[in-house]
Structures are given as C-alpha cells and as structure tokens.
C-alpha cells in the first residue's frame, strides 16, 4: 500500500508508505514542524518527502536553533569574497589574484560510534567542501576531545580517529599541519572530532553552489550511491543513549584514493569552464545538494532517481535521496559541453552521470521507476528559505553562581609547586601530541614550514613567493563552561594569539560550536553568551567569520559536554622567513614575559590537576591588552628582533617557559627568576601573555617597540645550560623535561 | 638533465617531484599519464614518485606494478635508464622485481612521519657520485608500510654487492635500532639494483630540496643523477 491518492498538477505521486504525522515524528521532526509542511505544500507529504523535510530541518542542515545567534557574528570584510553561509566554505582574498577557502567542520557523533570511520569521513567531507570551490586543498587541521586516557574504551577513540584522520588525509594527499587534542571527563561518551582545511585557488576559478540555465544538465559525479549513512544528518541532531553501537549502520564509510581522484576531475572540471554550479554531498546527500543548488538562484530539477548509480539496485527514492555516500559531488553543467566533463571524468576513470535538468519552476520533481515521489519547491527545504527559525528559551546555568564563587586562590593542597609541575607537565592536555602528528603525513605538497615548531602551522604559498598562511585551532572549554561569555572571547584571543606567535596577521576565524541540547535554556544560554564573546573578539581583532559548523546534542545520559567553540584562525605572513618559532635557540638569549600576571587560577589545568575541579573564574580578557599584544609581537617579528615566542596558555607562564626549552630542534636550558613564589604565580592562566626570547643585541629595541604599544614585558632570565632553573619552583635537567613532555603520551598509550 | 615523473591516479607526491626537479633541481621535468603506453622521448631519468597509486588497498604497488606505462618504466630501466622509486614509488619497483624484497607494515603498525637521518653507504653509485661514504642527510618519511624486508639471500647480495645505498642512523651516524622508525633489515632505507642504475628509497628526498623547509639534502640525490647523466 503506498499511494495516499496525492495529485501535484494533476500527476499522481508515490508514496512508499502512507505519511502520518506520526511518520514524521519518528523521523525527528515536531508535531508543528510536520504541521508546517502540510501547510506549506498543500497536501500530506509522500515518504521521501517528509525524510527530506526531516534531514533538511534538522539542525545539521538548517541551523534553526542557532541562526538567529550566527546573525550577530561579523560575517563580512574586505577580503571576504563570500559572506558566511553563502558558500561551502568561506573566502578569503590574499592579494596577487588568489584566495584561501577554509572550514572546519565535526563529525562527533558518526566518531563516537566508529571512531576510524567517523573520524575519516570527517576529514573527506571537509576536504569536499573546500574543492567544491574550486581550491586544491594544502593543509589539513584538527580539534579533538576526548575523556579521559585511563580509561581503555578512550584510548580505542584516540588510536581509532587519529589513524582515521591519518589514513584518510595522507591517502588524499593533504598535509595534515596542525591542531590540538584535549582531555577532560565531560567528552568520556561524546568525543569531539573537528575537522578543519585550508585550500588555494585563483581567485577567477572559483565555483558556486548553484544551479541555473534552464535545460543545464544536472551531473552525479563520483562513487555509487549505497545504503550507508542514510539519516546521519539527523542522527547529528540528537543526544545519544546508552545504544549508540545500534547506530553504527548510520556511519559513512570512506574511500581516500575515491576522494583523490574525484578532486582532481572537479578541479580539472571547474578549470575547464564546463561547470555551472557544484556542491559536494556530503550530509543529507542528493537530497540536500539539489535542494540546496535549486533554491540559491531561484531554480528546479528534474530529477530521475533510476539513474542514479547505486550500490544496491533495490535502493528506494527515499533512500536513494537521504544516502550520505562519500565522495560524491552534483554538478550542473553547461549544456553542450556534458562531452568535455565527460571526457575529463573518464581521464580520472571517475562516473559520471546525468541524473536530470535544470528548470525554471523552483520546484524538486525526483522520480524513481517512473513514478513521482518528490515535488517540493527547493526554496520550502532550506536554511533562508521554508526551513524553520527558533529563538530558543535562556536562562544563566544553575551551576555557575556556584562555580563563579569559589575563589581558586584559597583552595588548600598537600602538593608542592614542584611536584605541581611535573604533574602539568605530564598532563595528556599538555604533553606533546607527537604519538598523534606523527601518524599524520606533514609534509605532503611541500609546503609545510613549521608544524609542531611554532604556535600555528605555517604553510608557504608556492603560487605566492614569499607568502604564507598560518593556521590554528583553539578552544579551551573549562573557561567557556565557567564563563561562556569570556571563553569564546579568548577561545578568539588565544587562538588568534598562537597565529601572531608564528609572526602572522589574523585575517579571519571558522568556528565549530559544539554544544549540548539547545533546548535545554542552560545550554542555550552558554550558546548565546559564547557567540557574544566570540563577536565581540572578532570585532576587535578584525576577523570576521567566514563560515563553520554548529553540532548541538553533544550529551550523553543527559550529560552535555562543556561547551566547546573551536576556532580555526587563519593569518597572513608576508614574508616567510618572519617567521616565528616557539623554542628556545641559543645561549645567552633573554627571557621576557610580554603581558601581566593577575594570579588568576579559575579554570586551570592547575587546578583541574590539583583539585580534581573545574571551578572558579574564567580569567579576564582585555581587548585592548591583547591586540596591542599582537601589534607589539608582530612589529617585533617584522624587524626580526625575536629569536623565538610561545604564548602562555595551560599551565601558565611555568609551563610556557618548560615548553621552550624542548619544543625546538634542539633542548636547551634556561636560567629564570622573578616571576612569583606561588601557584598563581607559577601556573596561573591570566591571558595575553607571550613568552619570547631575544639575543642580547635587540633587547633595547626589543624593549622600545613593547613600550610604544604599551605592552608590559619583564626580563625573566637567560637561556642556556642543560639545566631549567625556575627560581622558587625547581632545577630540573632539560632531559627530564623532555622526558616527560615526549613520553607520557606514548606511555599511556602503550598501556 | 629530463625527468619523466610518472602519476598514477593516487600519486601525491608526483607534484612536489616535479616541482623539486624542475625547480631546484633545474631540470626539465615532465608528468607521464598511467595509461600511456610509451614513454616520451629524451627521458634521462623517470622518478615513480609517492603516494597510493591506486589506492593500494590491496598490497601497496601492486596494482602498480601492472599498469601499461609501468611495463614501458621497466623496459627502461632493463636498458639501462635511470630510475628512482620514492616511498610508493620503491614499493612499486620491488613489486616489478626491478628490486628485490619487499617493504611491510611498519614495524609499529602505525603510519610514521618524521625527519630521519640517512648514512650514505655507498658513494658510488650514480644516485650519491656528488656524497661521501659516512655523510649524514637528513630526509623526511612518510609512510605505514616501509618495512623492509628480504631473503636472507637477497640481503647478503644485497650487502655483499654494496647496493645499500642508504641506512636509517642517528644524528651522529650510528645505525641503532632507536633510529629505526620502521623495522627495515640492517636499517635499510635506500637500495640500488645490481647494475645501479635503479634506486629504490623510502625517505623523500623531493620534500628535502629547500631549506625553508626544513633541508636540502635531498638536492644532493639530484645533483648525482645529473652528473651521472653529465658523464655519459
């Protein structure tokens, strides 16, 4: 029993089963918003139908619980040649006709299931977003959460999406540069996997997410179409119980060497001038790319599901239309030269298809074995369009007057500051990463400068002699849960902070916003008041977001996650061999510590260590404080007066100054005295504050550039020896250091 | 001095090949297609650069090994033309039987990138005539499968015949078992056909020819080949 006798211009459609509203709502979607469709189309939707409504409103696709907060983020600039939103990904102009597309992206839910899997797919649907435009993807980036390493189920999510993340981006060929990989209780269920890249084009070969010209045909390009992944957009959208390896079925499987040859084709495709629009199908798959390409210029298609190539011949239109295959792209072509694409499509020995044409109706007619299954205007499916808005209930966390009251400076210990030290030291969060960059391919496209070395990745631009880009991701989380507000100001600052570190300007962010249930008014409030901060950062600094990602129902056994805006920032250095790096060089540098020491303790490793508690107040961010930072580094960094900087962030200043003496190539001591007697003194977290050190020879121009933008810097010391000497705090042998800071991590994991 | 870079449609390394050859090596330098089946007149060189040829999810460069331009690269090299297999590019070689052995999964199982250090063991060889015996380079790896391995026949020949042409060391020099990173046999890193006119490598000398970088070692490899091809 399928048709429900339902007429669209006097044609018959076709409905697997009989649509209740009861369908619906086990789809996900609400009793209105099922209402809403009815209205809106005028009759009861078929079953493909109302999955499509269901995938396409979901917050994954729609942003309906989070737009009306996105609206208030800077969105445009100069250099933005698309606003945020507009396009796959955002981007950016970097002057001699080019431009860098960048986006980050979670695949958190698909990677707590299957964390090689999920994770893999993670980095090719971000990889897709950024050739989709045009721009061969150069460098690869991540953020990462995990619960804590003593546990075993943790250490398989960490070894599963860290080799997910390597074999896909070093099959593909995109050098993994950079990221970082954090540790706390509240991800032990709900992993965070933030996928970000960063891709190159010239700046008259970029493609558009569109379809237009009546008659163009519409391509499918790309691997078959099977059963994987159908739903995954929703199961996106909602909080996990405890049967989540029910749902692995739900997991996209990836094909690296599939996405390699499917970029190459569409690159060679757009070069040729043969594309009208394309877009890349990752979530909600053909479903949301015909959808979407439709309703951005006004248009329809005519879509006939039965040549789609499938994996399974008996796929259903419903199925074939939610499929989150990967990489698969759609692509409207310039009618009359379908032979061209397919001639570049056969070089690539990747298929191509014709599924259907563009028209002029702005309605979707999708149809399989010859009946009608889909009639919907393109424009009632998506974000902009028919897609619902919410503004969702608020209300300040319950936990935060108590949090906020606790003054961290008073808490009591037993542990001396010197134990206190090694303890960071060996802390997942802060030990080196290497046991996981160095699953990672680099190097591949030979353009990384630095990795590990420098505070972001810098990656130079062969197209561009002499320039290069610098990247990070940062977030700290415990400062967004104490303080939502403050957290995404520096989740901003601190990540903008690291691309300065590497002698870069910051032009703009992506951002990633994971976060709990929204409708949750907790959880919405943490939401509002971090993209205040964020904006507000933004603002300031003159970064303006170019697009990103937003990934609510982080919770698990109604337990959210601390809410996490990952940034990916994106810096400009003109001149590459600027650049800054973060170790320690030679013998008889000068150690100064830029910015001010407030003892603020609330949401340290510190006291997380110590304490065994995630309490107390964020610290403070003073705008101002921190871009005069940045304009005193980069001045420094352009007259070539640092030997090296590292900004100050877990830890503290202690911590920075360990960090130094064992990150460059080669392990250095260091003589350093004055910067307190006590933990707040030792492992406070008080923000815009930079370790740097200088040869003797500059210090007094060193000096002079610091005063004239009103930045405080305090001689701390001198490097050398094979000794780290902190006065009041410990002599330890940079062996030791290095012990620690390299080992604990591959310790642990070989447990 | 013209290379001939081959691309598979999984190579990833075949643009910095072409990019270092060319660029800092100043050598002409040109892309061949897979599915070409003859090479390009005035090859001096033919470079199989790295990468996952054909997604090698069967054993690493075996599919490789079978594809039409291959077939015209080992008529090459059996009359006597250059050859370098980088990464990939060596797995394919071994694969053709232009090489003996074969590289396994790392000995850790895990995909490693990193910068290692390379003792040159034989100066003679075409690939090295501008190096002494004993000279430290430092080059990048990247790669889950670059365990050598080979009969204990072949290993001897191999030895025997100083076709080892570079072994993993530390900065010093010293072949430990900690400068290792994938569990090759005697710290084999690079090796030379009999009549050396093949060199098979796992580290990347294409992405050490710039000291922006990180190293320019690798230029050194080059500038072998051209003064060999200069001799002639």
């Known amino acids: 029993m399928a048709n429900q006798n339902n007429t669209v211009n006097g044609k018959e459609l076709y409905s697997e089963i009989a649509v209740t509203k009861e369908t619906g709502m086990e789809l996900g979607l609400t009793a209105a918003e099922y209402d809403m469709i009815c209205e809106k189309i005028g009759r009861t939707p078929t079953y493909t139908e109302v999955g499509m409504y269901s995938v396409m409103w979901s917050e994954h696709c729609s942003y309906k619980n989070s737009i009306l907060q996105l609206k208030t983020l800077p969105r445009s600039g100069a250099n933005m040649l698309v606003e945020a939103g507009e396009e796959n990904a955002g981007l950016v102009d970097i002057g001699d006709g080019y431009a860098v597309c960048f986006k980050i992206e979670s695949h958190n839910h698909p990677s707590a299931i299957e964390p090689y899997q999920g994770a893999a797919t993670g980095v090719g649907g971000i990889l897709r977003d950024i050739f989709t435009m045009g721009a061969r993807p150069i460098a690869a980036l991540n953020s990462l959460r995990f619960g804590s390493l003593d546990t075993p189920r943790t250490r398989y999510l960490l070894s599963g999406v860290v080799k997910g993340i390597g074999d896909y981006g070093n099959s593909f060929g995109v050098p993994t540069v950079g990221g970082e990989v954090f540790f706390e209780t509240c991800y032990t269920d709900n992993p965070l996997v933030n996928a970000m890249a960063v891709g190159i084009v010239r700046t008259d070969k970029t493609a558009s997410a569109t379809a237009t010209g009546v008659g163009n045909p519409v391509m499918y390009l790309g691997s078959g179409t099977g059963r994987d992944g159908i739903h995954g957009a929703s199961m996106a959208s909602k909080e996990f119980e405890e049967n989540a390896e029910d749902m692995r079925p739900t997991v996209q499987v990836g094909d690296p060497f599939a996405e390699k040859v499917l970029l190459e084709a569409t690159l060679e495709l757009?070069?040729?001038?043969?594309?009208?629009?394309?877009?890349?199908?990752?979530?909600?798959?053909?479903?949301?790319?015909?959808?979407?390409?439709s309703a951005k210029d006004g248009a329809g298609m005519e879509v006939n599901l039965d040549l789609?190539?499938?994996?399974?011949?008996?796929?259903?239109?419903?199925?074939?239309?939610?499929?989150?295959?990967?990489?698969?792209?759609?692509?409207v072509v310039e009618k009359g030269k379908e032979d061209i694409a397919k001639a570049i499509c056969d070089k690539w020995d990747v298929p191509i298809v014709q599924i259907g044409t563009v028209t002029d109706t702005g309605v979707i007619n999708a149809y399989r074995n010859g009946e009608l299954c889909v009639s919907l205007p393109a424009e009632s499916l998506v974000l902009g369009g028919g897609a619902p808005v919410y503004e969702r209930e608020w209300k300040e966390a319950s936990y935060f007057a108590d949090t906020s009251s606790v003054d961290t400076n008073a808490l009591k210990t037993d542990v001396a500051n010197d134990k206190a030290f090694w303890i960071l030291l060996s802390s997942p969060t802060i030990a080196s990463k290497r046991w996981v960059y160095e699953q990672y391919d680099s190097h591949v496209r030979t353009n990384t400068v630095q990795t590990s070395g420098s505070d972001a990745a810098v990656t130079r631009i062969k197209e561009i002699p002499g320039k290069a880009l610098a990247s990070a991701t940062d977030c700290n989380s415990r400062y967004v849960y104490l303080n939502p507000y403050r957290g995404g100001l520096i989740a901003v600052a601190e990540s903008a902070r690291n691309v300065v570190c590497s002698g870069a300007r910051p032009v703009a962010i992506t951002n990633c916003l994971?976060?709990?249930?929204?409708?949750?008014?907790?959880?919405?409030?943490?939401?509002?008041?971090?993209?205040?901060?964020?904006?507000?950062?933004?603002?300031?600094?003159?970064?303006?977001?170019?697009?990103?990602?937003?990934?609510?129902?982080?919770?698990?056994?109604?337990?959210?996650?601390?809410?996490?805006?990952?940034?990916?920032?994106?810096?400009?250095?003109?001149?590459?061999?600027?650049?800054?790096?973060?170790?320690?060089?030679?013998?008889?540098?000068?150690?100064?510590?830029?910015?001010?020491?407030?003892?603020?303790?609330?949401?340290?490793?510190?006291?997380?260590?110590?304490?065994?508690?995630?309490?107390?107040?964020?610290?403070?961010?003073?705008?101002?404080?921190?871009?005069?930072?940045y304009q005193a580094i980069l001045e420094c960094a352009d007259k070539q007066l640092l030997q090296s900087a590292h900004d100050c962030s877990e830890g503290g200043v202690a911590i920075a100054i360990a960090e130094k003496c064992v990150i460059g190539e080669q392990a250095i001591g260091a003589n350093i005295r004055g910067i307190g007697t006590d933990a707040a003194d030792f492992f406070g977290e008080s923000q815009s504050r930079v370790v740097v050190s200088v040869s003797p020879d500059n210090a007094s121009s060193f000096e002079s550039v610091c005063a004239a933008h009103n930045v405080p810097c305090t001689n701390v010391g001198t490097v050398g020896g094979d000794t780290l000497i902190i006065e009041n705090l410990l002599s330890a042998s940079v062996e030791e250091v290095s012990k620690t800071y390299y080992e604990t991590l591959p310790g642990i994991m070989a447990s | 001095m013209k290379y001939g870079v081959v691309v598979?449609?999984?190579?990833?390394?075949?643009?910095?090949?072409?990019?270092?050859?060319?660029?800092?090596?100043?050598?002409?330098?040109?892309?061949?297609?897979?599915?070409?089946?003859?090479?390009?007149?005035?090859?001096?060189?033919?470079?199989?650069?790295?990468?996952?040829?054909?997604?090698?999810?069967?054993?690493?460069?075996?599919?490789?090994?079978?594809?039409?331009?291959?077939?015209?690269?080992?008529?090459?090299?059996?009359?006597?033309?250059?050859?370098?297999?980088?990464?990939?590019?060596?797995?394919?070689?071994?694969?053709?039987?232009?090489?003996?052995?074969?590289?396994?999964?790392?000995?850790?199982?895990?995909?490693?990138?990193?910068?290692?250090?390379?003792?040159?063991?034989?100066?003679?060889?075409?690939?090295?005539?501008?190096?002494?015996?004993?000279?430290?380079?430092?080059?990048?790896?990247?790669?889950?499968?670059?365990?050598?391995?080979?009969?204990?026949?072949?290993?001897?020949?191999?030895?025997?015949?100083?076709?080892?042409?570079?072994?993993?060391?530390?900065?010093?020099?010293?072949?430990?078992?900690?400068?290792?990173?994938?569990?090759?046999?005697?710290?084999?890193?690079?090796?030379?056909?009999?009549?050396?006119?093949?060199?098979?490598?796992?580290?990347?000398?294409?992405?050490?020819?710039d000291a922006l970088l990180g190293s320019a070692d690798g230029l050194h490899i080059f500038r072998s080949l051209a003064q060999a091809v200069a001799a002639v």
Request: hydrophobic share 35%; aromatic share 8%; charged share 20%.
């Open chain 2, 8 to 209: 598979f449609p999984g190579s990833n390394c075949d643009h910095d090949a072409l990019y270092s050859t060319a660029h800092h090596a100043g050598a002409e330098s040109v892309a061949l297609w897979h599915k070409e089946t003859s090479l390009p007149e005035g090859l001096d060189a033919i470079i199989l650069p790295g990468g996952f040829s054909y997604g090698d999810y069967l054993r690493s460069g075996a599919i490789a090994s079978k594809s039409p331009l291959v077939k015209e690269v080992v008529k090459f090299a059996q009359n006597g033309g250059y050859v370098i297999g980088i990464c990939n590019g060596f797995q394919v070689l071994t694969e053709t039987g232009l090489l003996p052995g074969a590289l396994g999964k790392n000995r850790d199982l895990k995909f490693v990138c990193k910068d290692v250090f390379l003792r040159v063991e034989n100066a003679e060889a075409a690939f090295t005539n501008t190096m002494k015996k004993g000279d430290i380079l430092s080059i990048g790896i990247a790669h889950g499968e670059g365990n050598y391995v080979a009969s204990d026949d072949d290993i001897k020949s191999l030895e025997d015949n100083d076709q080892v042409v570079f072994r993993y060391c530390d900065q010093t020099g010293a072949v430990t078992d900690a400068s290792n990173p994938n569990g090759s046999i005697n710290n084999i890193a690079g090796i030379v056909n009999k009549q050396g006119n093949v060199l098979g490598m796992m580290p990347h000398p294409e992405r050490a020819c």
């Open chain 1, 308 to 331: 789609v190539p499938l994996r399974e011949a008996d796929m259903s239109a419903y199925e074939i239309m939610l499929s989150e295959s990967q990489e698969r792209m759609l692509a």
């Open chain 1, 514 to 629: 994971n976060f709990g249930n929204p409708y949750d008014p907790e959880v919405y409030w943490q939401f509002k008041e971090a993209i205040r901060g964020m904006g507000d950062a933004c603002r300031k600094f003159d970064t303006p977001v170019t697009g990103g990602n937003v990934s609510f129902h982080n919770e698990s056994q109604n337990h959210a996650i601390y809410p996490t805006p990952t940034i990916g920032m994106l810096g400009v250095i003109d001149d590459v061999t600027k650049v800054l790096t973060a170790g320690f060089k030679n013998e008889g540098d000068q150690v100064y510590v830029l910015g001010e020491n407030k003892r603020e303790l609330g949401g340290s490793e510190y006291v997380r260590r110590i304490h065994d508690k995630v309490v107390g107040q964020t610290p403070e961010l003073n705008l101002d404080t921190e871009h005069a930072l």
């Open chain 1, 270 to 293: 757009i070069d040729a001038g043969v594309i009208v629009g394309i877009q890349d199908m990752g979530a909600a798959g053909i479903c949301c790319s015909t959808s979407e390409m």
